[in-house]
C-alpha cells in the first residue's frame, strides 16, 4: 500500500530531521526518500521542481508539494490535528501564538549561529573543509547571549511556549542534537541550568530518538 | 481607548510588518514609539514585551507577542472576519502560504537585511555603507529573485492566486530597497517587477508610508 507522505532526504540533515520529529510527534506514516547530496542530486532538475532552492527536504502528500521544514511542521500539524500528540500546536488560537512566537525566535535568532557552529564543528571537518575559528567565536557569543534568555525563560515556563512540549520546543532539537553530542560545545546548553534540564526532557522524548536511530542507520 | 497596542519604530522593518497587517484588517490600535537611541528597547519594562530586546511587540488585552511573522499570523487568524483576508481557512491552499512566508523568512529577509542595512539605514545614521557586504548580498539576492520570477510567472502572487501574508511580509524591505541601487534587481525581472509595482500600491501600505512622514 502506498503511503501518501514523502519527505526527500538525508535524514543527518537538521531541516530534514525537524519534518521527521514532527511526523513520528504525530504518528503519521511516511516514506523517506533518500537524496545523495554529495553527488549534487539536490541541484538536479527533477528536485528542483519539488524545491526551487535545491535544498532539503522537501515534502509531499497526496496532491500537494511543500517545502522548507517549519511549514511542513505547520501543515502536518493543520492537516493531522486529530492524530498523536495533539496539542503539538496548541489547540485554541492564543497558545497557537505563543507557539509561533517561539518558532520564530528559534528561526530567526537561535538557527542562525547554532546551524553556522553545526556546520563548522561537525560537518566542516567530515567534508574536509577548513573551520573558520573567527567565525566559531562569533557564533559560539551570539549563541551564548540566545541562551542566556532562554535560561531566563525556561525559569518562568517548564517548556518555550509555556507547560507543554510544543512545535516550538521541537523546532530546536536538530541542531542542538548535534552540539551536545558531536561536538565540545554542548557545554553551552549543559552549563544552564534550566536549559540543561529542557534539552534533558525535550531529547528524551520517543519521537526524537526514533530520528536519532534513523540518523545513526543512514 | 484601544485594546491593540504596537510597539516599536517606525523605521524598523519589522515594526512595519506588524503595522502594515493592523492597517489592512482595519483594526483599531495605538502606535507607541520605542526610542532605541536611548536604548529603551534594552530596559526592563521593554523586555519584559520581547525578552529579546527587540521591536516590535504587541499587546491585545492581556496577550503579550514578540515576532513580527507570529504577531502578523496571529492577527490574520484571530481577525479573520474582519478587513482584508490574509489566510486560507483549507489546510492545502495555507500550505503553499506557509512555504512563502518561510522561503520570505529564511530565504529573502536574511539577504534583504542586510542590504536594507548598508544602503538604507547606514545612510540615515552617518555611518559609511560596506561595498563589499552590498556586492555579495545583491549576488545573492539575485539567485533569490531568479525562483521569484519563475514562481510569479505561475502564480499572481507568491501564495497562489491572492495577496496573502506571504506577500506582506516583504513589503517592509522591499521599500527600502526601492529607494536604493539595489532596485535594479527588482526592475530587472518583469513578474517581480509587477507584483512589487502591486503590493506596494496597497491603500494598507501607504498609510504606513504616512505614518513614517508624519513622525
Same mark, same amino acid.
Given at each position: 500500500?502506498?503511503?501518501?507522505?514523502?519527505?526527500?532526504?538525508?535524514?543527518?540533515?537538521? &531541516?530534514?530531521?525537524?519534518?521527521?520529529?514532527?511526523?513520528? #510527534?504525530?504518528?503519521?506514516?511516511?516514506?523517506?526518500?533518500?537524496?545523495?547530496?554529495?553527488?549534487?542530486? /539536490?541541484?538536479?532538475?527533477?528536485?528542483?521542481?519539488?524545491?526551487?532552492?535545491?535544498?532539503?527536504?522537501?515534502?509531499?502528500?497526496?496532491?500537494?508539494?511543500?517545502?522548507?521544514?517549519?511549514?511542513?511542521?505547520?501543515?502536518?500539524?493543520?492537516?493531522?490535528?486529530?492524530?498523536?500528540?495533539?496539542?503539538?500546536?496548541?489547540?485554541?488560537?492564543?497558545?497557537?501564538?505563543?507557539?509561533?512566537?517561539?518558532?520564530?525566535? #528559534?528561526?530567526?535568532?537561535?538557527?542562525?549561529?547554532?546551524?553556522?557552529?553545526?556546520?563548522?564543528?561537525?560537518?566542516?571537518?567530515?567534508? !574536509? %573543509?577548513?573551520?573558520?575559528?573567527? =567565525?566559531?567565536?562569533?557564533? $559560539?557569543?551570539?549563541?551564548?547571549?540566545?541562551?542566556?534568555?532562554?535560561?531566563?525563560?525556561? +525559569?518562568?515556563?517548564?517548556?518555550?511556549?509555556?507547560? $507543554?512540549?510544543?512545535?516550538?520546543?521541537?523546532?530546536?532539537?536538530?541542531?542542538?542534537?548535534?552540539? @551536545?553530542?558531536?561536538?565540545?560545545? +554542548?557545554?553551552?546548553?549543559?552549563?544552564? #541550568?534550566?536549559?540543561?534540564?529542557?534539552?534533558?526532557?525535550?531529547?528524551?522524548?520517543?519521537?526524537?530518538?526514533?530520528?536519532?536511530?534513523?540518523?545513526?542507520?543512514? | 481607548?484601544?485594546?491593540?497596542?504596537?510597539?516599536?519604530?517606525?523605521?524598523?522593518?519589522?515594526?512595519?510588518?506588524?503595522?502594515?497587517?493592523?492597517? #489592512?484588517?482595519?483594526?483599531?490600535?495605538?502606535?507607541?514609539?520605542?526610542?532605541?537611541?536611548?536604548?529603551? /528597547?534594552?530596559?526592563?519594562?521593554?523586555?519584559?514585551?520581547?525578552?529579546? *530586546?527587540? @521591536?516590535?511587540?504587541?499587546?491585545?488585552?492581556?496577550?503579550?507577542?514578540?515576532?513580527?511573522?507570529?504577531?502578523?499570523?496571529?492577527?490574520?487568524?484571530?481577525?479573520? *472576519?474582519?478587513?482584508?483576508?490574509?489566510? /486560507?481557512?483549507?489546510?492545502?491552499?495555507? &500550505? %503553499?502560504?506557509?512555504?512563502?512566508?518561510?522561503?520570505?523568512?529564511?530565504?529573502?529577509?536574511?539577504?534583504?537585511?542586510? =542590504?536594507?542595512?548598508?544602503?538604507?539605514?547606514?545612510?540615515?545614521?552617518?555611518?559609511?555603507?560596506?561595498?563589499? %557586504?552590498?556586492?555579495? !548580498?545583491?549576488?545573492?539576492?539575485?539567485?533569490?529573485?531568479?525562483?521569484?520570477?519563475?514562481? =510569479?510567472?505561475?502564480?499572481?502572487?507568491?501564495? +497562489?492566486?491572492?495577496?496573502?501574508?506571504?506577500?506582506?511580509?516583504?513589503?517592509?524591505? =522591499?521599500?527600502?530597497?526601492? +529607494?536604493?541601487?539595489?532596485?535594479?534587481?527588482?526592475?530587472?525581472?518583469?513578474?517581480?517587477?509587477?507584483?512589487?509595482?502591486?503590493?506596494?500600491?496597497?491603500?494598507?501600505?501607504?498609510?504606513?508610508?504616512?505614518?513614517?512622514?508624519?513622525?
Amino acid at each position: 500500500m502506498a503511503t501518501p507522505v514523502k519527505v526527500y532526504g538525508p535524514p543527518m540533515s537538521t &531541516a530534514v530531521s525537524r519534518v521527521l520529529a514532527c511526523l513520528y #510527534e504525530k504518528n503519521v506514516e511516511f516514506e523517506l526518500i533518500s537524496i545523495n547530496m554529495s553527488k549534487g542530486e /539536490h541541484k538536479k532538475p527533477e528536485f528542483l521542481k519539488l524545491q526551487p532552492f535545491g535544498q532539503v527536504p522537501a515534502f509531499e502528500d497526496e496532491s500537494i508539494s511543500i517545502f522548507e521544514s517549519r511549514a511542513i511542521c505547520r501543515y502536518i500539524c493543520d492537516k493531522y490535528a486529530d492524530k498523536g500528540n495533539k496539542g503539538l500546536y496548541g489547540t485554541n488560537p492564543l497558545a497557537k501564538a505563543s507557539i509561533d512566537q517561539w518558532i520564530e525566535a #528559534e528561526g530567526q535568532s537561535f538557527n542562525p549561529p547554532s546551524s553556522t557552529l553545526v556546520f563548522q564543528l561537525a560537518f566542516a571537518p567530515r567534508m !574536509n %573543509i577548513k573551520q573558520d575559528k573567527v =567565525l566559531i567565536r562569533q557564533n $559560539e557569543e551570539k549563541l551564548s547571549k540566545v541562551l542566556d534568555i532562554y535560561e531566563k525563560r525556561l +525559569g518562568e515556563a517548564r517548556f518555550l511556549a509555556g507547560d $507543554e512540549f510544543s512545535l516550538a520546543d521541537l523546532s530546536h532539537l536538530p541542531n542542538t542534537q548535534y552540539l @551536545v553530542s558531536g561536538t565540545d560545545k +554542548g557545554n553551552l546548553f549543559t552549563s544552564r #541550568e534550566n536549559v540543561g534540564r529542557w534539552w534533558d526532557e525535550i531529547s528524551s522524548r520517543d519521537s526524537w530518538k526514533k530520528v536519532v536511530d534513523l540518523q545513526k542507520g543512514a | 481607548m484601544a485594546a491593540i497596542k504596537a510597539h516599536g519604530s517606525l523605521i524598523s522593518t519589522a515594526t512595519n510588518r506588524v503595522l502594515v497587517i493592523l492597517y #489592512e484588517k482595519e483594526l483599531e490600535f495605538e502606535f507607541v514609539s520605542v526610542d532605541m537611541s536611548t536604548g529603551e /528597547h534594552k530596559k526592563d519594562h521593554f523586555l519584559s514585551l520581547n525578552p529579546f *530586546g527587540q @521591536v516590535p511587540a504587541l499587546e491585545d488585552g492581556d496577550l503579550k507577542l514578540f515576532e513580527s511573522r507570529a504577531i502578523t499570523k496571529y492577527v490574520a487568524y484571530e481577525y479573520a *472576519g474582519k478587513g482584508t483576508q490574509l489566510i /486560507h481557512q483549507d489546510s492545502k491552499k495555507m &500550505a %503553499i502560504t506557509l512555504v512563502w512566508m518561510e522561503v520570505e523568512a529564511q530565504q529573502y529577509d536574511p539577504v534583504a537585511s542586510k =542590504l536594507v542595512w548598508e544602503l538604507g539605514i547606514k545612510p540615515m545614521l552617518g555611518m559609511v555603507t560596506d561595498k563589499a %557586504i552590498v556586492e555579495e !548580498n545583491e549576488a545573492k539576492l539575485a539567485k533569490v529573485l531568479d525562483v521569484y520570477e519563475n514562481r =510569479l510567472a505561475h502564480s499572481k502572487y507568491l501564495g +497562489g492566486d491572492c495577496f496573502t501574508l506571504a506577500d506582506l511580509h516583504h513589503l517592509p524591505t =522591499l521599500q527600502y530597497l526601492l +529607494g536604493t541601487q539595489s532596485q535594479k534587481l527588482f526592475d530587472s525581472r518583469p513578474h517581480v517587477s509587477a507584483w512589487v509595482a502591486d503590493i506596494t500600491a496597497r491603500p494598507a501600505w501607504l498609510k504606513v508610508q504616512a505614518l513614517r512622514k508624519k513622525h
